[in-house]
């Protein structure tokens, strides 16, 4: 039997201590075997480095608008190598990982190119689709939230670019219990959460609008106020392109609240340039509503301390042509060609079946459905906005008028001028009042409209403020006698005891004045140079942006002619008044500019056709009707004794150097010698 093997031992060394575990044991066969580094040697070794891969696939565009390209998929070996090295790598993953998460210093430039490639893709996919890209609205939003003031214009810019895309044309209502509720469809459900979703966006935008619109004119800050301008140009630019959607309102009140200010600066211009345009646009009559709400609210609670020229903001209402006549209730208004007159038209009966007649019934409720739905207004209900915008607008005006603000007199004069004809007639006598107080306040004011005893002392005047009243009185005196046009003016006067005499004498008294005034053919937008002696005149340039902003152009001229046609027109005039006005106009037309003679001579000519037999005894010498003086200065027209002189004034409008002046004096007296 064999003997086992005993088994082999092995000889156990000591354990190390701890010196011999911290350096390595060198045996000294290898020379310079001390100064090794071995951990340096396998530090600096080279690392085994993944193999790339071409990928041989094509790029794909993804959901977002995005072009990428797919990597190709890893073979087995390759799967099983990559989860074998993770472990090796974990640290310096980990490692980079941590150097990602700290804020990068990225340059200004490069943050405005990267928002404005941002802004130009999120714009793209909400044009393309907004109902797909929801988010989007949010998304500019956050990026328009930035302290950088070029990323906050720019987002500015671009919401108002997709809103007014995106924006139906109807206005969006809020959904209720009952709308929440029901069991509708999927295109219809999908369609109400894009609809509230941005209804909800735009309302956040407008209220960034008007945040950022408060500092408009702030020179403590050129960031702020450069975002002030993007934020206006905005709001006018949306309340021109959508003013049937929602949060009008909210718009307005910008646009309202920049024009209580005293700045007359570029963002004023155009605000007030948007309201105007708004009102000529408007066929709806809910926006001119709103505009008019605002301004008389702002008017009444700055105490009517406003620019002349948001009151002017009133003249461009589309009521004031479209009420200026009433149409027929019985019958339609169709232009109708000469050689259709006496053709009748022809009717031919159709054969329709029963079924035919079914169709074209239930289309007829279709078509009366789209248009309930296009909300399209009705003329009742404009009419009724329009009396409403016309009512507020006439509220604003008298409490003007009582007030007797100086720097708003003449524009409320001059609007109550253009549509006095649309004031109902029971009113008539209380407006009538007011103008005679004005125009009594005036004259005392002005001496030379009531030049009192003659030892009275002179007082020097303002030329300016003088020029200023005759124009008032002009104003005044007209808008009197455009109470009556468009109406019956006899039953109106003889019903109500309406005398505007009082108008006629005071206009008489001022003929003298406004021959002498060098501007009688200069509006307030007319080119000319200051006065170099006269400091406080309304032309120099410290006032020529609230002069320049006055809409109604009408020289004095003009308005003297209107209110003369008004008073010498009418068949009713007395022979006394006729003749006294007649010789005055002869006698201005010697002082008058060359344009402003031409046209009292027409209106003269004008008069002589209705009233010739009347006053033809001024032009011969030999067959006067009264005995005594003319006396031109007299306040009195009948009193003035005209028919105890001539126009001898003619002799020398004869030799005047303009000769269409010198044809309409000829023409006058062929007309007056055809009437004998």
């Known amino acids: 039997m064999a003997v086992p093997h005993a088994a082999k031992r092995r000889k156990i060394s000591s354990p190390k201590t701890a010196s011999s575990?911290?350096?390595?044991?060198?045996?000294?066969?290898?020379?310079?075997?001390?100064?090794?580094?071995?951990?340096?040697?396998?530090?600096?070794?080279?690392?085994?480095?993944?193999?790339?891969?071409?990928?041989?696939?094509?790029?794909?565009?993804?959901?977002?608008?995005?072009i990428e390209m797919l990597a190709s998929p890893?073979?087995?070996?390759?799967?099983?190598?990559?989860?074998?090295?993770?472990?090796d790598e974990n640290e310096s993953d980990t490692q980079e990982t941590e150097v990602e998460e700290e804020p990068l210093d990225v340059p200004i430039r490069q943050q405005i190119i990267e928002a404005k490639e941002e802004l130009a893709r999120i714009g793209t996919l909400l044009s393309e689709d907004p109902e797909e890209h929801v988010g989007g609205f949010r998304k500019l939003a956050d990026i328009g939230a930035s302290t950088n003031p070029t990323i906050k214009q720019l987002a500015l810019a671009t919401q108002?670019?997709?809103?007014?895309?995106?924006?139906?044309?109807?206005?969006?209502?809020?959904?209720?219990?009952?709308?929440?509720?029901?069991?509708?469809?999927?295109?219809?459900?999908k369609l109400r959460s894009f609809e509230q979703a941005l209804v909800t966006n735009?309302?956040?935008?407008?209220?960034?609008?008007?945040?950022?619109?408060?500092?408009?004119?702030?020179?403590?800050?050129?960031?702020?106020?450069?975002?002030?301008v993007v934020a206006i140009s905005c709001a006018c630019t949306l309340l021109l392109a959508v003013p049937h959607f929602n949060f009008r309102s909210e718009l307005i009140k910008i646009l309202v609240d920049k024009l209580s200010t005293r700045n007359f600066d570029t963002d004023f211009v155009r605000c007030h340039e948007t309201l105007?345009?708004?009102?000529?646009?408007?066929?709806?009559?809910?926006?001119?509503?709103?505009?008019?709400?605002?301004?008389?609210?702002?008017i009444k609670a700055r105490n009517y301390r406003i620019s002349e020229s948001v009151l002017?903001?009133?003249?461009?209402?589309?009521?004031?042509?479209?009420?200026?006549?009433?149409?027929?209730?019985?019958?339609?208004?169709?232009?109708?060609?000469?050689?259709?007159?006496?053709?009748?038209?022809?009717?031919?009966k159709e054969f329709r079946t029963k079924k035919h007649r079914k169709i074209l019934k239930e289309r007829k409720a279709v078509e009366k459905e789209?248009?309930?739905?296009?909300?399209?207004?009705?003329?009742?209900?404009?009419?009724?906005?329009?009396?409403?915008?016309?009512?507020?607008?006439?509220?604003?005006?008298?409490?003007?008028?009582?007030?007797?603000?100086?720097?708003?007199?003449?524009?409320?004069?001059?609007?109550?001028?253009?549509?006095?004809?649309?004031?109902?007639?029971?009113?008539?006598?209380?407006?009538?009042?007011?103008?005679?107080?004005?125009?009594?306040?005036?004259?005392?004011?002005?001496?030379?409209?009531?030049?009192?005893?003659?030892d009275a002392p002179e007082t020097p005047t303002n030329p300016s403020s003088h020029?200023?009243?005759?124009?008032?009185?002009?104003?005044?005196?007209?808008?009197?006698?455009?109470?009556?046009?468009?109406?019956?003016?006899?039953?109106?006067?003889?019903?109500?005891?309406?005398?505007?005499?009082?108008?006629?004498?005071?206009?008489?008294?001022?003929?003298?004045?406004f021959a002498l005034n060098p501007d009688i053919e200069l509006s307030s937008k007319s080119l000319r140079l200051p006065d170099p002696h006269n400091p406080s005149s309304p032309h120099t340039a410290s006032q020529q942006i609230t002069t320049n902003n006055k809409i109604n152009l009408k020289t004095p001229s003009v308005l003297l002619l209107r209110a003369l046609s008004s008073i010498l027109l009418p068949r009713s005039v007395p022979p006394l008044r006729v003749a006294a006005f007649v010789k005055q106009l002869y006698i201005c037309s010697l002082q008058l500019p060359e344009k402003s003679a031409q046209a009292v001579l027409g209106l003269l000519h004008q008069v002589m056709k209705v009233h010739g037999r009347k006053v033809a005894a001024l032009w011969n010498t030999e067959e006067r009707k009264g005995d005594g003086v003319f006396d031109a200065l007299r306040g009195d027209v009948e009193g003035s004794n005209p028919f105890a002189s001539t126009v001898w004034e003619g002799e020398l409008l004869r030799c005047h150097y303009v000769p269409a002046v010198r044809e309409g004096v000829k023409g006058i007296e062929r007309l007056v010698r055809e009437i004998k």
């Not at 060198?26 to 690392?47: C, D, M, S, T, V």
């Not at 009742?380 to 507020?392: D, G, H, P, V």
Request: hydrophobic residues 30%; aromatic residues 8%; charged residues 30%.
């Open 202 to 228: 735009y309302q956040d935008y407008t209220k960034e609008l008007a945040k950022c619109a408060k500092a408009s004119g702030d020179t403590s800050s050129e960031d702020k106020a450069s975002i002030a």
């Open 312 to 348: 002017n903001t009133f003249l461009h209402l589309r009521l004031l042509s479209e009420l200026s006549s009433r149409g027929s209730q019985t019958r339609i208004d169709k232009p109708t060609s000469p050689t259709s007159i006496n053709k009748k038209a022809k009717y031919k």
């Open 160 to 189: 108002l670019a997709v809103y007014k895309d995106v924006i139906p044309g109807y206005r969006i209502r809020p959904l209720g219990e009952l709308d929440s509720s029901e069991k509708v469809s999927k295109e219809v459900r």
């Open 370 to 454: 789209f248009k309930e739905a296009d909300a399209i207004v009705s003329h009742e209900e404009r009419e009724r906005l329009q009396a409403e915008t016309l009512k507020i607008v006439f509220i604003t005006y008298f409490r003007i008028l009582k007030t007797r603000v100086p720097n708003l007199t003449g524009a409320v004069l001059e609007g109550l001028a253009k549509y006095a004809h649309l004031i109902n007639q029971d009113f008539f006598g209380d407006l009538l009042e007011a103008l005679k107080d004005l125009v009594s306040t005036t004259s005392s004011e002005d001496p030379s409209l009531d030049p009192g005893p003659e």
């Open 467 to 513: 020029y200023d009243r005759l124009r008032s009185t002009l104003l005044t005196t007209t808008t009197a006698f455009a109470l009556l046009e468009g109406q019956d003016a006899a039953r109106s006067a003889s019903a109500l005891h309406l005398d505007l005499t009082f108008f006629t004498i005071n206009l008489y008294k001022s003929l003298h004045s």
């Open 21 to 66: 575990t911290e350096s390595p044991v060198y045996n000294g066969n290898i020379p310079n075997e001390a100064g090794w580094n071995l951990e340096q040697q396998y530090e600096q070794r080279p690392r085994k480095q993944k193999k790339a891969l071409e990928s041989t696939r094509l790029p794909i565009k993804t959901a977002e608008g995005r």
């Open 74 to 87: 890893l073979s087995e070996q390759e799967t099983v190598n990559s989860f074998f090295d993770s472990g």
């Open 276 to 298: 105007e345009q708004l009102f000529r646009e408007d066929d709806d009559g809910n926006p001119s509503l709103d505009g008019v709400t605002q301004l008389s609210r702002l």
